[in-house]
């Protein structure tokens, strides 16, 4: 009967990573997760009660969101919020934010960061989020036209984060990195991107998004070769990101 048990365990585990990284490839990739989701939505319904699943109602919020169905990913986030882990609470109101920074309702994005940020939970998984919080809170400054304030953010999360933290510091650069482009401040914006593409590349998806901007930046400021350089990196690490294709577009029609 234990080794019975053991199996249904390994079984349900194999059912979790299959759904899991399925689903967060699918949306790396910028492709739609809508079949993937179905082994997420599958997994939840004959494992309601997994230790995974405040995890993958996240990831199904996320797959909503993606799917430009707001009102369902909120509910799936709803989910997250009634963890006993105060961690959960701060992730599930992160998760609301980013959506609504996804969908460019940039004043209500600054709302709900903040309003993730002001739960009261100090435990490390809780001060993590929080940091993404402070990161996604300068995202939306810089759709509302408020660059200059987010650099100001942004500095101050990158001087107040571990070096070990380094996909959250690749974020972060990024964020700087855009900020400094939407103030024409391309040189700024090269060094950031830059921090990313040579130091803080461990996330696929942040170093991507280095290379991209990088390539439109070298391409600019009239150095072709270090554009083509980073488009070429950008196309054999990381063909199936949306940034690969964004690049690869004007590269097609010249």
């Known amino acids: 009967a234990e080794m019975e048990g053991a199996t249904d365990l390994i079984i349900q585990e194999k ?6 990284s399925k689903t967060q490839a699918e ?4 492709q739609s997760p809508a079949e993937s989701s179905k082994l ?4 939840i319904k004959n494992h309601p009660k997994s ?3 405040y995890y993958l109602y996240e990831l199904l919020g996320d797959v909503y969101a993606k799917l430009e169905e707001p009102e369902k990913a909120q509910a799936e986030y709803d989910k997250v919020a009634l963890a006993p882990a105060p961690a959960f609470k701060v992730r599930a109101a992160c998760a609301k934010a980013r959506m609504l920074l996804r969908q460019k309702k940039y004043a209500e994005g600054i709302v709900a960061f903040e309003q993730a940020l002001e739960i009261e939970a100090n435990d490390d998984a809780s001060k993590a989020q929080k940091r993404e919080a402070q990161l996604g809170k300068a995202a939306c400054f810089i759709g509302d036209g408020k660059s200059f304030e987010a650099i100001s953010m942004v500095k101050g999360i990158i001087k107040s984060t571990d070096p070990e933290e380094k996909e959250l510091l690749g974020a972060a650069y990024n964020v700087l990195g855009l900020a400094h482009r939407n103030l024409n401040q391309d040189q700024e914006a090269i060094i950031s ?4 593409d040579l130091v803080y590349n461990s996330s696929p998806v942040n ?8 390539t439109e930046l070298w391409e600019k400021a009239k150095m072709p070769e270090r554009s083509r350089d980073a488009m070429q990196i950008l196309e054999q690490s ?4 949306p940034w690969a294709k964004k690049s690869a577009a004007p590269a097609a029609k010249s």
């Open 51 to 53: 230790h995974h699943a």
């Open 193 to 196: 991107f830059l921090s990313v």
């Open 238 to 241: 990381y063909p199936t990101s």
């Open 15 to 20: 059912e979790f990573v299959e759904a899991a």
């Open 207 to 214: 170093h991507a998004e280095a290379l991209g901007n990088l």
């Open 27 to 30: 949306m790396a990739a910028g």
């Open 40 to 43: 997420v939505q599958s997994f």
